[in-house]
């Protein structure tokens, strides 16, 4: 306690001063809050008047704990897009400003966890502890501070990983029809990055909810959603959701890989997202375009995947890989919103539905597909036996249309088809079995070899499961040499080659099943 002083006037002034800080503490602490009227509510979108201040994409809040974001800012009226259950809201009801942007919970807390775009958990496992909070919208990283994609983002898949390289860092699109197995594709990807140190994000936008959960089943029975984090706005959600879900997931992703680790984003798919930007957007009166998607609708996805990159060493050297999925309609790749996914991206992993139908799985259409930047960061061993792969399937293909015609055939071209069947029966893959990439070396050089070409068709996928198997065999300062940068040397692929001829015997026909000897 202050001493008091002992003349008159000192006296005077510590209770003058006493007073005032009295006062002060009464004083109520007044801070302005705008508070406008719903005029009109209608699916998804409210329209609200007297929020003169109100900010382009402020959270307002509603009555019953439902939020917006302020969307048409007009003269005396905002249009605003809802983002919950809008079914109690009212005409007349009162609007809050809160004076910030929309913002989601973002860290290690949430890896294995099932939430919303506004972070709500929807795995009945409790409330998700992030560590920090991002706003959903944010700017992609400059140039200056990004770094060339260098390193490959392993997909398991032999097709993928041999013919269409993705690195870290890298945006690839997965392109297809209904039901071609793109949703397949970017699960296995997932699924391969266990002990790979990649995170992983995936965003399911308006999907069944029956389709959403089989894909968190294959995670969970696989192990994977130790590193994941699964963000669903499903199809029966309001629209808002629909549309800010891949922002809220890219921001999550984006945390991550500040933090200097790799991460890879899944959004499935961004069709339903235009689409539901197309709703919100006709429902808000903005004028509609080509296939009636508003003026914005490139600018909505291209500031979504340029967020998607390899950061410079300063900035931690983490990277952001995106794999946005596009449904086609009858194989068209060059509407609208395909189109403008596909100027967006580092390339695209066409799934064809023909080949699906004639059991070819993953039904990855190699000549439709490309990847601009993974080949730079594909591994050397890959690169030399890739190269060859390549050029003998594309050989095939355009062969293989003649072939259908019945006309006769020379031996060199009956040679290459056989060739070729023998490619397109190695890359066949099962869904959720990615292969670990000295498997994929061993197929590959057996392939390049030609040692399957004695194979019988039928035998095709036994034969290479028991080369894989056989991969196990090879020593360990040769399987090292897979992640680096140096070719392998004439006598490294010879042991490889005859690791895969031994395992092979057993499905050569009776004569070529004989001991080979070393001349
Ligand atoms: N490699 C594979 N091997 C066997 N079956 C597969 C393979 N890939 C996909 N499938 C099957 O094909 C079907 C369609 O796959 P998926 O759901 O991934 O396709 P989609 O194109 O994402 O479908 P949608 O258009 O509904 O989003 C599924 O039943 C899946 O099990």
Same mark, same amino acid.
């Given at each position: ?5 002992e ?22 602490? +007044? ?5 406008g ?9 409210a329209k ?10 402020e ?6 704990? @439902?939020?917006?974001? &302020?969307?048409?800012?007009d ?19 009162? @609007?809050?400003r ?5 913002? @989601?919970?973002?860290g ?7 939430i919303?775009?506004?972070?709500k958990?929807?795995?009945? +496992? ?9 706003? *959903?919208? =944010?700017?992609a990283v400059p140039?200056m501070e #990004?770094?060339?994609?260098?390193v ?5 898949? !032999? ?9 870290r860092?890298?945006?690839? $699109?997965?392109?297809?029809? =209904?039901?071609t197995?793109?949703? &397949?594709?970017a699960?296995d /990807?997932i699924?391969?990055? #266990? ?10 936008i308006?999907? =069944?909810?029956?389709a959403?959960a ?14 994941t984090?699964v963000v669903?706005a ?6 808002g ?6 922002y809220?997931? /890219?921001?999550i992703?984006e945390?991550f890989m500040?933090?200097?680790?790799d *991460?890879l984003?899944?959004?499935?798919d $961004?069709t339903q ?5 197309r709703?919100?957007?006709?429902l808000?009166?903005?004028p509609?375009?080509?296939e009636a998607?508003?003026?914005?609708? %490139?600018?909505?996805h291209?500031?979504?995947?340029? #967020?998607?990159?390899? +950061?410079c ?6 990277? $952001? ?9 009858a194989?068209?790749i060059s509407?609208?919103?395909p189109?403008?996914?596909i100027?967006?991206?580092d390339g ?6 023909s080949?699906?139908?004639l059991?070819?799985?993953p039904?990855v ?12 960061a594909? =591994?050397?061993?890959?690169?030399? *036996?890739a ?11 355009e ?6 015609f019945?006309?006769? $055939?020379?031996?060199a071209?009956?040679?290459?088809i ?6 397109r ?11 670990? *990439?000295?498997?994929q070396?061993?197929v ?7 040692? %399957? ?11 290479? +499961?028991?080369?894989q ?6 020593? &360990?300062?040769i399987?090292?040499l897979?992640e ?6 004439d006598?490294e ?7 895969? #001829?031994?395992?092979?015997k ?5 004569q !070529? ?5 070393? &001349?």
């Open positions: 306690m202050n001493a008091v002083p003349n008159l006037s000192g006296v005077f002034d510590h209770v003058f001063t006493c007073m005032c800080r009295a006062r002060e503490s009464l004083a109520p602490r +007044l801070s302005l809050h705008e508070v009227t719903i005029t009109n509510v209608s699916t998804g979108i609200v008047s007297g929020l003169p201040g109100v900010g382009f994409d959270l307002l809040e509603f009555s019953g704990g @439902v939020s917006g974001i &302020a969307f048409n800012l003269e005396d009226e905002v249009g605003v897009v809802l983002l919950g259950d809008y079914a109690d809201l009212r005409a007349g009801d009162e @609007v809050r809160t004076g910030r942007v929309m913002d @989601v919970a973002v290690e807390g949430l890896l294995g966890r099932v919303d775009p506004l972070g958990p929807l795995d009945g +496992l409790g409330t998700v502890a992030g560590s920090a909070r991002l706003p *959903v919208e =944010r700017p140039i #990004r770094a060339p994609v260098t490959p983002l392993q997909t398991g898949l !032999k097709v993928v990983d041999a013919l269409i390289p993705i690195g860092g890298q945006r690839e $699109l997965i392109v297809g029809d =209904r039901q197995g793109k949703t &397949a594709i699960l /990807t699924l391969n990055q #266990r002990g790979k140190d990649v995170l992983c994000v995936y965003c399911a308006g999907q =069944r909810a029956s959403v089989k894909g968190i089943a294959v995670l969970r029975e696989h192990g994977a959603m130790e590193y984090v669903v499903e199809g029966s959600d309001p629209s959701l629909a549309f800010v879900a891949p809220a997931a /890219t921001s992703a945390h500040e933090q200097g680790r *991460v984003i899944v959004y499935d $961004l997202h235009a689409r539901a930007y709703e919100l957007s006709l808000l009166r903005r509609p375009g080509r998607f508003p003026g914005d609708i %490139f600018y909505i291209s500031r979504l995947l340029e #967020r998607a990159t390899h +950061l060493e300063e900035r931690g050297g983490g990277s $952001l890989t995106a794999l946005p999925i596009i449904e086609t309609e194989q068209n509407a609208y919103i189109t403008n996914l100027s967006i991206t695209q992993i066409y799934l064809s539905p080949l699906f139908e059991g070819v799985l039904a259409d190699v000549g439709k597909s490309v990847s601009r930047v993974g080949g730079k594909q =591994r050397a061993t890959y690169r030399a *036996v190269g060859d792969l390549k050029l003998a399937y594309a050989q095939f293909e062969l293989e249309t003649f072939a259908r019945g006309a006769r $055939l020379d031996a071209t009956r040679k290459t056989e060739h070729g069947r023998r490619i029966a190695c890359l066949k893959q099962a869904e959720s079995a990615p292969v670990p *990439v000295p498997a070396i061993v590959l050089l057996a392939l390049t070899a030609g040692l %399957f070409d004695e194979v019988a068709l039928e035998k095709m996928t036994e034969a290479q +499961l028991a080369v198997a056989a991969a196990e065999g090879i020593p &360990a300062q399987a090292a897979f680096s940068d140096r070719k392998l040397l006598a692929r010879e042991i490889i080659i005859g690791i895969a #001829r031994e395992a092979l057993p499905f050569l026909p009776e !070529k099943n004989q001991p080979v000897s070393q &001349a």
